[in-house]
């Protein structure tokens, strides 16, 4: 029998509210969750809000298929279809169109780690050559394959696309790649960023991938600010920090 999944797609929302809210998602962004003993997998649905719930994801089959939910996919369903069917280490996949990472794409530089948390990116940051929308199969499989083994993949002039084993995994990667971009745009602004020699990030991004504390360390940010934005209703979203 497969498991519930409501803890799941309750994370899940929580992590989207999170990203709404800081400005990773602005209209254009989805996230999927892969579920565990089926052969499908679970994405929010087209055109959603800040304020999603578990009631917000249509499930769909490795096919494209829709199984069930309310509303449609979102265009772009193929690039979770294709990430979750080529590495099953991946549990979720969260794609928006970041404000400071896709600008590398059209720098002139690659983007790298030039901050501790970026080196959870040390073994490579691929950009995908094609920005157009990835409304298809074999556009998704694509970059898929631009992806192959490394945590996130930029698309040149488009987004960037995040994974993860797990929703707190891909929510916090999302987090620390964009403030990792950020911080290097700062850089760029004030002069020659300095990225870390790749050794040095090898060594310092095994260390956090060891420990795991820069994911439990956002996890734990998301649920405060949740619970804080839930308490507080009628407060602005506006009111909390933007982009990382
Ligand atoms: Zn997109």
Same mark, same amino acid.
Not at 19 to 36: C, K, M, N, S, T
Not at 164 to 186: C, K, M, P, Q, S
Not at 234 to 244: G, K, N
């Given at each position: 029998?497969?498991?519930?999944?409501?803890?799941? =797609?309750?994370?899940?929302?929580?992590?989207? @509210? !999170?990203?709404?809210? @800081?400005?990773? %998602?602005? /209209?254009?962004?989805?996230?999927?969750?892969?579920?565990? /003993?089926?052969?499908?997998?679970?994405?929010?649905?087209?055109?959603?809000?800040?304020?999603?719930?578990?009631?917000? !994801?249509?499930?769909?089959?490795? *096919?494209?298929?829709?199984?069930?939910?309310?509303?449609?996919?979102?265009?772009?369903?193929?690039?979770?279809?294709?990430? =979750?069917? &080529? @590495?099953?280490?991946?549990?979720?996949?969260? *794609?928006? *169109? /970041?404000?400071?990472? #896709?600008? !590398?794409?059209?720098?002139?530089?690659?983007?790298?780690?030039?901050?501790?948390?970026?080196?959870?990116? *040390?073994?490579?940051?691929?950009?995908?050559?094609?920005?157009? =929308?990835?409304?298809?199969?074999? @556009?998704?499989?694509?970059?898929?394959?631009? =992806?192959?083994?490394?945590?996130?993949?930029?698309?040149?002039?488009?987004?960037?696309?995040?994974?993860? &084993?797990?929703?707190?995994?891909?929510?916090?990667?999302?987090?620390?790649? +964009?403030?990792?971009?950020?911080?290097?745009?700062?850089?760029?602004?004030?002069?020659?960023?300095?990225?870390?020699?790749?050794?040095?990030?090898?060594?310092? /991004? +095994?260390?956090?991938?060891? #420990?795991?504390?820069?994911?439990?360390?956002?996890? &734990?940010?998301?649920?405060? +600010?949740d619970a804080d934005a839930r308490t507080?209703p009628?407060?602005? %979203?506006?009111?909390?920090?933007?982009?990382?």
């Open positions: 029998m497969n498991p519930d999944p409501a803890p799941l =797609l309750a994370k899940a929302a929580q992590g989207w @509210r !999170f990203l709404y809210r @800081r400005g990773f %998602i602005e /209209g254009f962004g989805h996230l999927a969750v892969r579920l565990p /003993g089926a052969d499908r997998f679970m994405v929010t649905r087209h055109s959603l809000g800040c304020d999603a719930g578990p009631e917000d !994801f249509v499930t769909l089959d490795f *096919h494209g298929r829709k199984l069930a939910g309310h509303g449609d996919a979102p265009g772009e369903f193929p690039i979770h279809l294709e990430v =979750l069917a &080529a @590495r099953p280490d991946v549990g979720c996949v969260i *794609h928006y *169109h /970041g404000m400071h990472s #896709t600008a !590398f794409t059209t720098s002139g530089h690659a983007l790298r780690p030039i901050h501790l948390m970026g080196t959870l990116f *040390h073994d490579g940051i691929p950009v995908h050559p094609d920005p157009r =929308l990835v409304n298809d199969r074999p @556009r998704g499989a694509a970059l898929a394959r631009t =992806l192959g083994p490394h945590r996130a993949v930029l698309m040149c002039a488009h987004g960037a696309t995040i994974t993860g &084993a797990t929703v707190e995994e891909a929510v916090a990667g999302a987090f620390l790649f +964009e403030e990792n971009a950020r911080r290097a745009w700062l850089s760029a602004s004030l002069g020659s960023p300095q990225w870390l020699p790749a050794e040095l990030a090898a060594q310092a /991004g +095994e260390e956090l991938l060891r #420990t795991r504390g820069p994911f439990r360390r956002v996890w &734990a940010m998301v649920e405060a +600010e507080r009628s407060e602005s %979203i506006t009111d909390l920090p933007r982009q990382a």
